[in-house]
């Protein structure tokens, strides 16, 4: 199975990998999701989602669909 | 005189930019629509330097000029069309300093624009604290720009700021990054072809649909021919388009930035780890729900009951000291109490702003939605939806107009329509009346009574019906909205005063001057339909009534008197019309006449019965008494029993009888097509659901 933010467990840290581009709304990739770049999961909201993470300096909240499409590394 | 020069403000939200448009125009600012689309536009007059002024144009905040709202599109399409009549003589970009990385995207695709750009770096009080330390001269180099370091909180740099925009032909207009060099063969073809052209601009033309919507490519120069790549292929160019923008922008920073983590504190995440608990963060969110809600209440109910003696004193002057005739119960019955209908409400709805817009400028409302977006998103709606449904509970008015922080066109029309349906505070008079009537005063489990039961469970009602529909909604409305849930989540900030003012002068004129004409007009139209009568029964009736009643005192007789023009005036008439149609519900043509004109506002009706059962007070106990007495003509009877009861408090949870609603829909959707839909889809499921409660209970 790849590890996506959606498997970050709190205060995890990783690095963004390789995009698919089509299943990623553009606007996140503008504010700083791209691949290299560091991303931590800082809270979650019951059940899961959304996920509240730092992505590249900014604090962004995220649903979990998304989440799972964005590939990590995790540090 | 010198000519206007034109400003547009631009930057991401969360970056204190209304704080930086504030601070530029103070009161001189005005907020309209932009022509056909319910984009919010403001506009304010700068005074400068030198007796020059500027007109500057606060655009919605966006976070690239790749649209993917009706917000972001309304700035590219302004910042592509060089004969728009507010295109800018220079962009002011506006950035915070926490978040500069993400703020200086959009600055590097504005400056591609070839416009002059100053880029204002807000919030500067607080670098020290951050332990952030920037090399300017520096920055502006690498920007190819000027910057104005401000500080909206204390005050600082706006002079800075003005002296650049005096001195806008200055600065240079050439880009700061070659964005676009990751596909040199493809951007030299379009180079070829349109030589006269700026690339970048061409580019966002090209790109345009692929995030938001069809645009007409053909006036704008380009040939279908030329688009020989497929959207996927466009958004993989575009995500290398964002990747060169970062990498410049890192490197930049990296040369003239210097961040001193130690000093970076933990306030942020202190408090988002208490107000985004699982328990203490809702529980902290529901108490603060229940202040405003007794602040919208409580404290509004001593304003509004001055409002209300102030026009009712208004109106007594006038009738006393002019002579009777049409044109005085014009104004007095008519168009003083049309007015007060509207100002009545300014309480509610700046109490209600105010909160608003001081948990939004501190950063509280991007936790909220985020700690219930997966409870909304059940119904179609999201995290942002929460916050005007809650506002519906004391007035439609102000949380229609609280959706629009909602970018999504598809949930903020659903969330429109539904809010109405959460029991409104002008329902409460008319539940008040009808749940002491048919309801007994007894008690189950030794404190709860079944009145208290039975307008609690009214208030659920309203509740999960505005959700059902919000479900039903999302699932019949087909349109096309692309969905994406990215929130950001602000840092805290104390709320500035100025700020929250302006917020609550502004709603508050936009709902006295969006909604107050139409609910003049009606009621205007309403007082015409009750004041006049199609027979000489209605002009006559003073005699009529003497003759009937030979022995009675001067004060019965202008109580029944009334009541006799009420029932022949072209609004009893239409009563009487409607009786058929009511008569299933339980109702006689007297409850017909309450229910159409508060078809203007619901606490109406209480008035209205009053004056058709010619009780002379409006106090409670006596409406109640005459009511109780009150017999069913067709089945004989209490007219007011428990099925008829019941029937009626369902019709008024549900039926759409609210003008100043409908009003400030229309305002806000833009189109009448909306408030017309409400109106019947609400007011026909009322009268079904209230059929079928009479018709089973009776």
Not at chain 2, 60 to 70: D, E, F, H, I, V
Not at chain 2, 340 to 350: E, K, L, M, R, Y
Request: hydrophobic letters at 45%.
């Amino acid at each position: 199975m790849k590890t996506t933010i959606a498997s970050l467990k709190k205060g995890q840290k990783a690095i963004i990998q390789e995009i698919t581009t089509d299943r990623i709304p553009l606007k996140l990739l503008e504010m700083g999701c791209l691949p290299g770049n560091q991303v931590e999961l800082l809270l979650t909201a019951p059940f899961q989602c959304p996920m509240y993470l730092t992505i590249n300096d900014s604090h962004l909240a995220i649903r979990k669909e998304v989440a799972e499409q964005i590939e990590v590394r995790i540090l | 005189m010198a000519k206007q020069i034109k400003v547009s403000l631009i930057g991401n939200p969360n970056t204190g930019k209304t704080s930086v448009f504030n601070l530029l125009t103070g009161l001189n600012q005005q907020v309209g629509n932009y022509p056909g689309i319910t984009v919010e536009k403001k506009e304010g007059i700068c005074k400068l330097p030198r007796g020059i002024k500027a007109h500057i144009l606060d655009l919605p905040g966006t976070y690239s000029l790749n649209a993917s709202s009706l917000d972001e599109n309304v700035v590219i399409e302004l910042l592509l069309n060089k004969k728009d009549k507010d295109f800018p003589d220079v962009a002011v970009v506006v950035s915070d300093i926490e978040n500069i990385k993400r703020n200086l995207l959009l600055y590097t695709q504005i400056k591609d624009l070839e416009i002059p750009v100053i880029l204002v770096i807000n919030m500067a009080d607080r670098m020290e604290k951050k332990g952030i330390s920037l090399n300017i001269p520096l920055l502006e180099e690498k920007l190819r720009t000027k910057i104005a370091l401000v500080s909206a909180r204390k005050n600082q740099g706006i002079d800075k700021l003005k002296k650049l925009i005096v001195s806008y032909n200055t600065l240079p207009t050439s880009p700061c990054v070659d964005a676009l060099t990751f596909e040199p063969e493809y951007f030299d073809r379009l180079k070829r072809i349109f030589p006269n052209q700026s690339i970048y601009k061409l580019w966002l033309v090209i790109t345009q649909d692929v995030n938001f919507r069809k645009v007409e490519k053909n006036s704008k120069g380009i040939t279908p021919d030329f688009e020989i790549k497929t959207e996927s292929e466009l958004k993989r160019l575009q995500q290398k388009e964002a990747i060169k923008r970062y990498q410049f922008i890192n490197n930049t920073l990296k040369e003239t930035m210097v961040v001193d983590q130690n000093k970076a504190t933990g306030v942020r995440a202190k408090l988002d780890r208490i107000l985004t608990h699982g328990v203490w963060g809702y529980l902290i969110f529901f108490s603060i729900l229940l202040l405003i809600f007794q602040a919208i209440y409580d404290w509004s109910s001593y304003p509004m009951d001055l409002i209300d003696q102030g026009f009712a004193g208004l109106s007594e002057v006038i009738q006393v000291n002019l002579p009777d005739g049409p044109f005085v119960s014009l104004i007095t019955d008519g168009i003083i109490p049309g007015l007060g209908g509207i100002v009545i409400f300014i309480p509610q709805i700046a109490i209600l702003f105010m909160f608003i817009s001081i948990l939004e400028e501190s950063g509280y409302m991007s936790r909220v939605v985020f700690l219930m977006d997966r409870l909304m998103r059940k119904f179609g709606l999201s995290g942002k939806s929460v916050v005007p449904l809650i506002s519906g509970t004391a007035c439609a008015i102000p949380a229609v107009m609280a959706t629009r922080n909602i970018e999504n066109w598809k949930e903020r029309l659903i969330t429109i329509l539904v809010v109405p349906f959460t029991t409104c505070s002008a329902r409460l008079p008319v539940y008040l009346i009808i749940i002491a009537l048919v309801i007994p005063d007894t008690k189950v489990a030794g404190f709860l009574s079944y009145q208290s039961l039975t307008l609690m469970l009214l208030y659920i009602i309203g509740f999960v019906t505005a959700l059902g529909g919000a479900w039903l909604l999302n699932r019949m409305l087909k349109m096309k909205s692309k969905h994406y849930f990215v929130i950001e989540m602000p840092g805290y900030k104390v709320p500035l005063f100025k700020n929250v003012f302006i917020n609550v002068i502004e709603k508050t004129k936009a709902f006295i001057f969006g909604a107050g004409k139409i609910i003049l007009a009606i009621s205007i139209i309403l007082w015409g339909l009750a004041s006049f009568g199609p027979t000489q029964n209605f002009n006559k009736a003073e005699t009529i009534v003497a003759e009937q009643y030979p022995n009675i005192s001067s004060e019965n007789l202008e109580t029944k008197v009334a009541s006799y023009k009420l029932e022949h005036s072209f609004i009893g008439y239409a009563g009487k019309a409607i009786e058929p149609i009511v008569a299933p519900l339980g109702y006689d043509w007297k409850i017909g006449i309450g229910i159409l004109s508060s078809f203007v506002a619901r606490e109406v009706f209480v008035g209205t019965l009053a004056t058709i059962y010619s009780v002379g007070s409006e106090e409670e106990a006596t409406i109640k008494d005459r009511m109780a007495a009150e017999i069913n003509p067709v089945l004989g009877g209490p007219l007011f029993n428990f099925a008829t009861g019941i029937s009626l408090l369902l019709f008024y949870a549900f039926a759409m009888q609210c003008a100043s609603t409908l009003a400030i829909v229309k305002k806000e959707t833009n189109s009448w097509k909306w408030p017309v839909i409400q109106l019947f889809f609400m007011s026909g499921f009322a009268y079904i659901v209230a059929l079928i409660a009479y018709q089973f209970l009776k």
